[in-house]
């Protein structure tokens, strides 16, 4: 019997086994979707990180099929060894636990002369997507078999997936317990350690309890449903699951989501609880959270240009406060992912000309700021370089022909504002700083410094207005927290370099000033005027206070002031207090009023506030 024969009848048997129930065929295999996280699907195997085989080898007709992982990598690949010409191997990967999945991923035959071959490597998780995947080899020599399906366990730190609830830290109920026909069914966590469990009380044997694991808020849970679902035993009135993780770090998922859910014997409905994560600590939630949005195929928050660098600083300002390494990678991503060239669109609405420049002269320099903290808290020279890059394309739009001097915000030069100058003396000085034997970047500080202060942008209240007229006076438009901050933090940095008590004075007048004035400060609380009444602020808008308390914060350092301190605290106890969701989602209204919004913006800039409070 030829091949071709072989396999036409296995499969008629196949289908009549199964017209007589005796055998279930499988469900449709969907096509793949090219799946990128650190890396993209079709990596070569040479390239892994590591290499373990965590299920068995499969013999088909005397050839050796086997499934290879790199945990490192989250990738995994197939081979098939001891064959002859014309066998195959590929991956099969699903996204719901087996029922369906991706086939024939990466199929290759072997060639002619060889014994064996593999296919190239795929992702198990797909973090953009917020999922998790179970994957296995299939191979096909005159009959096709495939190893166990293969999915890895979810572990934060030395917490994994199923461990006892007996051992956690502490057992708190983020959230209220549901009920249903008499019974209690109720989610409880251990906080630091990022674990959850469900219970059922009052019930009888047979009911049933689990959770529920979404990694995209609640959105969807198609690998995470009924995670350690356990029946009441008889003669006992309740019971509760083992523990599940909700961050995966070596999948590259954050913000991790349960909740509990439980069913009455008797019947077929059940009820869960509202979704919840935990809180290690007010600045740890938030970073999970935030990074939850962040895309891990391109290396930014999607869709806000400057706002992720932004993010990005808060992410690293919140590493550095904590002494933490596991978000640096998120850092790399960043950095190698987006110092190219991008058409307009790509990233900005204007085109960006590689080194992260383009022709937002403040966008830029943004970024430099980014890659300064980033260079602070890894020590990675390559990161300092792009801040002396960036800062030079920023100083190239310095012009002492209008207004005597001051940068222009963009490359067309239609207008000399706060936030640019802000920025400008900011790293003028923070380069002057880090470069041994620097003169150059130190004297353009303190030409930076004195233009400001003679520029007219601090009006005769200590409160910084948007920019300057055509005439070169103060337009007396919107005081924004940002400007205010950057103005303290530039100038309380320059009072570190150079000790002259006038750079400190000045910060600490913008600042008592920031926290009398109306403008910025109501009832204690930091408040943009788009916080007020009914308006909305806009995306940029939305990240503003965030960068006002990084720099109070480097300035309460300095003087070591109880008064700003106290401040700071009022802030993170406000938005946590009044701003946050059960998912620890933070809104732009630190006083929690209505209407409010959030987004990763707003959690970048709460992240600042939490950061500096701890």
């Known amino acids: 019997m030829s091949v071709r024969q072989h396999r036409i009848l296995c499969g008629l048997v196949a289908l009549v086994l199964a017209l007589s129930g005796l055998l279930a065929l499988p469900s449709r295999a969907r096509a793949a979707t090219p799946v990128c996280a650190l890396a993209c699907d079709t990596l070569d195997p040479s390239k892994a990180a590591q290499e373990t085989f965590p299920v ?12 290879h992982v790199s945990e490192a990598d989250d990738m995994a690949w197939a081979s098939i060894d001891n064959g002859v010409t014309g066998d195959a191997v590929w991956l099969d990967r699903s996204w719901d636990r087996g029922a369906t999945w991706e086939g024939l991923l990466g199929k290759a035959a072997v060639p002619g002369a060889w014994t064996g071959t593999r296919t190239l490597m795929y992702n198990v998780t797909d973090p953009v997507a917020h999922r998790r995947g179970w994957i296995r080899a299939c191979g096909d020599a005159n009959a096709v078999t495939c190893t166990d399906w293969f999915r890895p366990q979810v572990c934060d730190g030395a917490s994994c997936d199923g461990a006892d609830p007996a051992t956690a830290a502490g057992d708190e109920q983020p959230v209220p317990a549901t009920t249903l026909f008499g019974r209690s069914i109720s989610l409880h ?11 059922i009380d009052n019930g009888g044997a047979g009911d049933e309890i689990w959770l529920d694991r979404s990694w995209d808020e609640g959105a969807s849970w198609p690998e995470g449903s009924s995670l350690g679902r356990t029946s009441v035993p008889s003669g006992k009135a309740g019971t509760r699951t083992v523990m599940f993780a909700t961050r995966d770090p070596r999948g590259l998922l954050h913000g991790g989501a349960v909740r509990a859910c439980g069913r009455e ?12 994560r935990p ?37 690293v300002d919140f590493a550095q406060h904590t002494g933490r390494h596991d978000y640096d990678w998120a850092v790399a991503r960043t950095f190698e992912q987006n110092n190219g060239v991008f058409p307009a669109g790509g990233r900005s609405s204007d085109p960006v000309e590689g080194h992260f420049v383009s022709r937002a002269v403040d966008d830029a320099a943004w970024w430099a700021v980014a890659w300064l903290a980033a260079y602070d808290h890894t020590r990675q020279r390559r990161y300092l370089d792009e801040a002396v890059t960036i800062t030079s394309y920023v100083q190239q739009y310095w012009d002492p022909g209008t207004c005597g001097g001051g940068v222009w915000w963009d490359r067309e030069r239609t207008y000399k504002n706060a936030v640019t100058n802000g920025l400008y003396l900011w790293l003028t000085t923070a380069l002057h700083q880090r470069l041994a034997g620097d003169t150059l970047w ?11 202060l003679n520029s007219g942008l601090i009006n005769a209240s200590g409160l910084v207005n948007d920019g300057l007229t055509s005439g070169c006076a103060n337009n007396g438009q919107t005081v924004w927290s940002y400007n205010q901050g950057l103005a303290i933090g530039a100038f309380t940095q320059l009072w570190r370099s150079t000790g002259e008590s006038r750079y400190l004075t000045t910060a600490q007048r913008l600042a008592d000033a920031a926290l009398s004035a109306p403008e910025l400060t109501r009832d204690g609380v930091l408040t943009e005027s ?8 806009d995306d940029n808008q939305k990240q503003f206070k965030g960068i006002f308390v990084r720099h109070l914060a480097d300035l309460a350092d300095a003087t070591g002031s109880a008064v700003y301190r106290a401040y700071i605290t009022r802030q993170a106890d406000s938005l946590w207090r009044t701003d946050r969701d059960p998912l620890n989602r933070l809104g732009q209204r630190w006083a929690g009023a209505a209407p409010n919004q959030s987004d990763w913006r707003t959690q970048a800039s709460a992240l600042e506030a939490l950061t500096a409070a701890q």
């Open 56 to 67: 068995a080898d499969r013999n088909i007709n005397g050839r050796i099929l086997r499934l």
């Open 265 to 276: 014997a008797a019947h077929q409905e059940g009820s869960c609880t509202a979704w919840a």
């Open 279 to 315: 809180a290690p600590t007010r600045a740890a939630a938030a970073a999970d959270a935030l990074m939850a949005s962040y895309q891990t195929n391109e290396g930014w928050w999607r869709s806000s240009w400057w706002n992720s660098a932004v993010a990005l600083t808060a992410l």
């Open 189 to 199: 966590m251990d906080q630091r350690g990022g674990m959850a469990w469900g219970v």
């Open 530 to 537: 788009c916080d007020t009444g009914t308006r909305a602020c």
């Open 442 to 452: 130190g004297g353009r500080s303190r030409t930076a410094a004195d233009w400001y």
